[in-house]
């Protein structure tokens, strides 16, 4: 064998090494190549789903925020009702004052106020008011202070054990009871 065919054999085997290592190359590059792609569709995936999912809260909350506004304003609709209500139920009641119908009243609140009293008491009116107690709780037959310091549209107040027990039947008190019942109400009507 001569030198040419060694280096003949020599270049024949390094050119399939070369080959081989192409070979081996293209391969892992291609198999780097699929891996970052698939890895790039996975990054890309998660951050669109990442995003979705930003973008439903964001809605979520923002309905919510809405959907509290609206119970807001609703409440605030169903107050001003109930306070236009109860003014204008308060304005009717203190013109009643000087009317037959409110003797009558004044009396039935007096009569229920002083219901049940043992001892001293002290009856508590508007100073307009002072005559007509006085006439009821003659006709009652109670003993008690008149005293004319109230300010109340109309009814009246009894204070019993040095006022440690306080009796409020005046029109005000009845319309704040009647107020926390109506507002409930109407909450309940405008909810269903």
């Not at 064998?1 to 070369?18: C, G, N, P, R, T």
């Not at 809260?57 to 925020?65: L, P, Q, R, S, T």
């Not at 508007?126 to 005559?131: L, M, R, V």
């Not at 027990?165 to 405008?190: H, P, Y």
Request: with cysteine; aromatic share 2%.
């Amino acid at each position: 064998m001569a030198i040419e065919d060694i280096f003949k054999a020599l270049e024949e085997q390094a050119d399939s090494e070369v080959n081989q290592i192409l070979h081996a190359a293209t391969v892992q590059a291609d198999t780097l190549e699929h891996e970052a792609r698939d890895e790039a569709e996975r990054i890309t995936r998660t951050r669109i789903a990442a995003a979705e999912e930003a973008v439903r809260m964001k809605a979520a909350k923002a309905m919510n925020a809405a959907r509290l506004q609206v119970r807001r304003d609703q409440a605030a609709v169903r107050d001003s009702a109930v306070d236009a209500v109860f003014e204008e139920a308060t304005h009717r009641l203190a013109g009643l004052r000087g009317t037959k119908e409110y003797e009558r009243v004044f009396a039935a609140l007096a009569r229920e106020a002083l219901a049940g009293t043992s001892g001293e008491c002290e009856l508590l009116v508007a100073p307009e008011d002072a005559g007509l107690a006085a006439k009821v709780v003659a006709d009652l037959k109670v003993t008690c202070t008149l005293s004319p310091t109230l300010e109340s549209i109309g009814g009246l107040v009894v204070a019993m054990n040095g006022g440690r027990v306080v009796r409020r039947n005046t029109f005000e008190s009845r319309l704040d009871k009647v107020r926390g019942l109506a507002g409930a109400k109407v909450a309940e009507v405008l909810s269903s």
